[in-house]
């Protein structure tokens, strides 16, 4: 399978490794010639737009940063559709809307192309050791198809359901670490108005039945939130945003869950 892929991040700049220096042929496209250059001591070829990325490609795989940006690549002039063969298939490893993905998927099948949904979670260390969790919505043929490229840098490979489930699994995931990191900041502060070092209730509470990712992520940045609100405020809010509209559609009542969320955006400085 040929492969191509856009969004070279600090999370998708790992993956694109991983399967570039595979034995997977590589073609890779970057709006800057720039966020090529760290990928010249690979085997991938570059191309000079998403459709000439395309048409030597049957699994294009996205990893650029919101629902506008994965739309202008896959429809726009010299989009990845324009060069897309009968066939191939879109992977969507950007945490976008569901309904994104199927809107997509609707004028992919005018061209005979398969979109799959399959965001990612773990960060750029995760997909660098081949251990980055994705989460994948769609046909069992289209994913399998993808499966061995993902393992390249993936597991497990979670096959979630129909195009969209793994959107909303990713989603649900976001909204819960976000609604964590209010828990955790809040026991953070309780414990010192009560006399208790930070560092130590850290340390314990890692240690016990309350330890939680969340909590990792703040007491490794010294007891506070700041660090995380400058480099994932506006993407746990866009996430948050997004899960909210996902229940208000559904007409389900997202609970307690939502509230603390909201809670830690407001800690941040990131109201939704």
């Not at 490893?93 to 061209?111: F, Q």
């Not at 006399?195 to 992520?217: M, Q, W």
């Amino acid at each position: 399978m040929r492969v191509g892929f856009i969004g070279l991040g600090s999370q998708g700049g790992p993956m694109a490794r991983r399967i570039a220096e595979s034995e997977y042929p590589t073609t890779l496209w970057a709006r800057r010639a720039a966020s090529l250059e760290p990928y010249a001591d690979t085997p991938a070829a570059t191309a000079d737009s998403p459709a000439a990325l395309a048409e030597r490609s049957d699994l294009v795989c996205l990893c650029v940063v919101g629902d506008a940006d994965v739309r202008e690549v896959v429809t726009g002039d010299n989009g990845v559709l324009a060069g897309s063969k009968p066939g191939s298939i879109i992977a969507i490893h950007s945490t976008v809307h569901p309904d994104t993905c199927r809107e997509l998927a609707a004028l992919a099948a005018e061209h005979q192309v398969s979109i799959i949904d399959a965001p990612v979670s773990g960060g750029g260390r995760a997909a660098e050791a081949g251990n980055l969790l994705v989460m994948v919505g769609g046909t069992t043929d289209a994913v399998e198809r993808a499966r061995p490229v993902f393992a390249t840098y993936a597991d497990p490979i979670v096959h979630l359901g129909d195009l969209g489930a793994g959107q909303s699994t990713k989603l649900l995931n976001n909204l819960l670490f976000t609604a964590n990191l209010a828990t955790a900041m809040s026991t953070m502060d309780l414990g010192k108005a009560l006399g208790i070092s930070p560092d130590k209730l850290g340390e314990v509470i890692s240690h016990g039945t309350a330890n939680s990712f969340a909590l990792g992520r703040i007491t490794s940045a010294g007891g506070t939130l700041d660090r995380l609100a400058q480099h994932a405020g506006d993407l746990l809010r866009k996430d948050v945003s997004l899960v909210a509209r996902l229940a208000e559609t559904a007409g389900v009542d997202p609970g307690v869950v939502l509230n603390a969320a909201d809670a830690t955006l407001g800690m941040m400085d990131h109201p939704r």
